[in-house]
């Protein structure tokens, strides 16, 4: 770690390419993206405008701020919980330990969503995000949809109060919701039905925990991440899916892709999956009949 007696010496690409040859000893993933994040965090600048000041010298506030924020990362902590927010959609989302970071195959869960029901634009309907978490994917859909009724649904009270924050970050009008997905029948709208379920549901196996990288498996919430039996998370879902004849968009482990497919095919004939931009099996959409 750079010293406080050399910080006259401590320029923006002295710090660019010492970090990122310390983050690679301690084999922390991208790290020379790694030490652009945190630095521009510090500058209080855009990651690109960095390479229009390499010579820039870092003050000693700016060395004092900095190092805490390396030293984390080196420990393989998530760059998101470290800056405490992440870009979701366009949306300025809060994240911390109690809540999964939001990932680029949300977005095109979104994005899935959006593309497949464009005749419900302007209208009314009611959306559930079952396991909201951070409440990003109801945040993003009420910033596309204002005409939509968006609901977030979470077990846990830490994940409530962040996407709350979230909702008022955001200016949208969203009603978070505690509840259990194993216990849905419990979660309703007075007089009226879903039109749309979504979600992103803990869908690792346990088994596999050691496996991931450590800047998952050791930070992000396992409430959020993980079940001893994966299959069994959708099978609620998709239940309560069909009885309120709602649209379901969920994104899956591609490793079970096929057999969540067979138990919605059941229920919803119009049952397909989608691929990511990595050709993962990663999505499953369901739209009823009219």
Same mark, same amino acid.
């Given at each position: 770690?750079?010293?406080?007696?050399?910080?006259?010496?401590? #320029?923006?690409?002295?710090?660019?390419?010492?970090?990122?040859?310390?983050?690679?000893?301690?084999?922390?993933?991208?790290?020379? !993206?790694?030490?652009?994040?945190?630095?521009? /965090?510090?500058?209080?600048?855009?990651?690109?405008?960095?390479?229009?000041?390499?010579?820039?010298?870092?003050?000693?506030?700016?060395?004092?701020?900095?190092?805490?924020?390396?030293?984390?990362?080196?420990? !393989?902590?998530?760059?998101?919980?470290?800056?405490?927010?992440?870009?979701?959609?366009?949306?300025?989302?809060?994240?911390?330990?109690?809540? %999964?970071?939001?990932?680029?195959?949300?977005?095109? %869960?979104?994005?899935?969503?959006? /593309?497949?029901?464009?005749?419900?634009?302007?209208?009314?309907?009611?959306?559930?995000?079952?396991?909201?978490?951070?409440?990003?994917?109801?945040?993003?859909?009420?910033?596309?949809?204002?005409?939509?009724?968006?609901?977030?649904? @979470?077990?846990?009270?830490?994940?409530?109060?962040?996407?709350?924050?979230?909702?008022?970050?955001? @200016?949208?009008?969203?009603?978070?919701?505690?509840?259990?997905?194993?216990?849905? !029948?419990?979660?309703?709208?007075?007089?009226?039905?879903?039109?749309?379920?979504? #979600?992103?549901?803990?869908?690792?196996?346990? @088994?596999?925990?050691?496996?991931?990288?450590?800047?998952?498996?050791?930070? /992000?919430?396992?409430?959020?991440?993980? !079940?001893?039996?994966?299959?069994?998370?959708?099978?609620?879902?998709?239940?309560?899916?069909?009885?309120?004849?709602?649209?379901?968009?969920? /994104?899956?482990?591609?490793?079970?892709?096929?057999?969540? %497919?067979?138990?919605?095919?059941?229920?919803?004939? #119009?049952?397909?999956?989608?691929?990511?931009? @990595?050709?993962?099996?990663?999505?499953?959409?369901?739209?009823?009949?009219?």
């Amino acid at each position: 770690m750079p010293q406080k007696n050399d910080d006259d010496f401590w #320029s923006v690409l002295r710090m660019l390419e010492w970090a990122t040859e310390y983050f690679e000893k301690k084999q922390v993933p991208d790290p020379r !993206h790694s030490i652009e994040w945190l630095l521009a /965090e510090v500058l209080e600048c855009k990651r690109l405008d960095l390479y229009l000041q390499y010579g820039r010298p870092l003050s000693t506030d700016e060395l004092n701020r900095i190092r805490p924020l390396v030293k984390r990362r080196a420990d !393989h902590e998530p760059l998101q919980y470290i800056t405490g927010s992440t870009n979701f959609m366009g949306c300025h989302i809060k994240v911390n330990p109690s809540v %999964l970071i939001p990932r680029i195959e949300t977005e095109q %869960l979104v994005e899935l969503l959006i /593309e497949t029901l464009p005749q419900l634009e302007h209208k009314p309907v009611n959306l559930l995000d079952i396991g909201t978490g951070s409440g990003c994917i109801p945040i993003a859909l009420k910033k596309m949809r204002p005409a939509w009724n968006c609901y977030g649904m @979470d077990i846990s009270d830490e994940a409530l109060t962040v996407a709350n924050e979230n909702a008022k970050v955001n @200016d949208v009008d969203i009603q978070f919701i505690k509840g259990d997905l194993f216990n849905l !029948h419990e979660v309703g709208i007075p007089d009226s039905g879903w039109d749309i379920i979504v #979600s992103n549901p803990p869908y690792i196996g346990t @088994d596999e925990q050691p496996s991931l990288e450590k800047q998952v498996g050791d930070y /992000e919430p396992g409430l959020a991440l993980f !079940h001893s039996n994966p299959l069994k998370v959708y099978e609620p879902i998709i239940t309560y899916a069909d009885r309120n004849a709602a649209a379901m968009f969920l /994104e899956l482990n591609d490793q079970l892709a096929n057999q969540i %497919l067979e138990i919605s095919i059941g229920t919803f004939p #119009s049952s397909q999956l989608k691929r990511d931009l @990595d050709k993962n099996l990663r999505f499953l959409i369901a739209v009823p009949a009219p």
